[in-house]
């Protein structure tokens, strides 16, 4: 009898564990030995349970950093190496590949008709290219296209970011803000659910995708897939939507499972053209052309306002940006640095000397964000060392531009205003016509 391949999936807490669930949980050829995790603090050190893990795993799955990878390779006797996160260039995904080739075992990505799960219901998956694109207010305007043009219930489902008990968030149910403070989300997570919420629809999210699917069918006309990063969608979609972001043109195609995307897509929305540079533009669609000249494009920007302008003028600003997009998506700024600038603030005050704790570490890591504060919050101490670099920093007024208020979570000892954001579709065609033809609504 041949001996199970032993395994380890490299994740960041979403696509590893699904690829489990949908792979590897019941597979008798494989023993599944450890996941490593990174991207996302304090995520290792856990255990993937055994509620979720299932009968041939009685006593769950250890989570290891992944810096500890190459020691785990050679003590365990690795057979294969499963790469499972997403939002790296091309050249990270094979500078790991090397490593473990170097040390014995097979390098392994798992296709999409291995992973998407099949829906009793029509599935519009939105995708992007890049963290910070725009995929999660294009989401959210699908959900009004979508009701537009006569879709009664419509569910979104978004990927996983579980960083807390993985057994007690293994299916989520988001409609009101109590959920919120029963699940106990962090920043991260109330950025992508509370939006949803204050729009009066309900979205899901886990651990458990199959689970999960199965839940919202019972209550869906239609899905929308909200992803995170760049990766791919759980579900197999009857629409894949992609966002390009021309603020980082050229990425599309050398960055992982962006590209991928990209090359799927039906429909691919190049966003923010009223803030990105013509030949930025133009580069991204060359992009888009040259990989799949089959998809709709849709051109969209990302119009920015605020509550007063007149308070900005002249003022001595901090910026707090999107976390997650200035860290591995690797952007410089975001909204709220637009409009600082836009709008006359006086100075944008340097955070870096003020910040402590995990907020340090974070520029040490990701340099590139600069003169912005990235709104860290993965737990509640890193919250209170946001809370307190804030405090620390002297200036007269808080831009907030994450898309929840980060006022009621933070207490800011200055004036403080929201940036928004949302998505404006410029011209023909639209998501709405192309919505309406492949869904076949009248």
């Avoid at 995904?93 to 219901?121: E, N, Q, Y």
């Avoid at 580069?283 to 007063?308: F, H, M, Q």
Wanted: overall charge negative; hydrophobic content about 40%; some cysteine.
């Amino acid at each position: 009898m041949q001996s199970k391949k032993r395994i380890i999936i490299a994740g960041a807490a979403g696509r590893d564990f699904h690829d489990f669930n949908t792979y590897f949980r019941d597979n008798d050829d494989y023993h599944v030995v450890a996941f490593t995790a990174t991207q996302i603090p304090n995520i290792e050190g856990r255990r993937y349970p055994p509620e979720l893990a299932g009968s041939l795993y009685p006593q769950g799955i250890p989570i290891y950093p992944e810096s500890d990878l190459n020691d785990l390779i050679k003590n365990e006797v690795i057979d294969e190496l499963i790469f499972s996160y997403s939002d790296v260039s091309h050249e990270h995904v094979m500078h790991l590949a090397s490593k473990a080739l170097a040390t014995g075992p097979d390098f392994r990505i798992l296709g999409p008709d291995k992973t998407m799960l099949d829906s009793s219901k029509p599935v519009v998956a939105v995708c992007a290219v890049r963290t910070g694109s725009g995929k999660s207010q294009t989401s959210r305007h699908v959900v009004e296209v979508l009701r537009e043009i006569g879709f009664d219930h419509v569910v979104a489902v978004r990927h996983p970011m579980p960083y807390g008990d993985l057994s007690k968030q293994a299916v989520q149910r988001f409609a009101s803000r109590d959920d919120l403070e029963s699940y106990e989300c962090t920043i991260e997570e109330r950025e992508e659910y509370e939006p949803y919420i204050d729009m009066g629809a309900v979205v899901f999210a886990g651990v458990d995708y199959e689970r999960i699917l199965r839940e919202v069918e019972a209550e869906a006309d239609v899905i929308v897939w909200d992803g995170g990063n760049n990766d791919l969608p759980f579900f197999k979609p009857d629409v894949h939507i992609v966002v390009a972001d021309p603020h980082r043109a050229g990425h599309e195609l050398r960055y992982h499972p962006g590209e991928t995307n990209l090359r799927m897509a039906d429909v691919i929305v190049i966003n923010k053209i009223d803030t990105a540079g013509f030949e930025d533009t133009v580069k991204v669609l060359e992009s888009v052309r040259k990989a799949n000249d089959e998809a709709v494009i849709i051109r969209g920007a990302s119009p920015i306002t605020v509550d007063d302008p007149a308070q900005i003028k002249g003022q001595r600003v901090i910026v707090v940006e999107d976390g997650p997009t200035l860290t591995h998506g690797e952007m410089e700024f975001g909204a709220g640095f637009v409009a600082a600038r836009y709008y006359g603030a006086s100075e944008i005050v340097d955070p870096r000397p003020y910040a402590i704790g995990s907020i340090a570490d974070t520029y040490e890591k990701y340099p590139n964000a600069g003169q912005v504060l990235p709104a860290m919050g993965y737990g509640a101490e890193q919250i209170a060392e946001l809370e307190e670099t804030i405090n620390r920093i002297p200036a007269d007024l808080v831009l907030i531009a994450t898309p929840i208020d980060l006022g009621r979570l933070v207490d800011i000892k200055m004036p403080s205003q929201r940036v928004r954001y949302s998505l404006q579709e410029i011209g023909s065609p639209t998501l709405s016509e192309v919505l309406s033809e492949k869904l076949k609504t009248e």
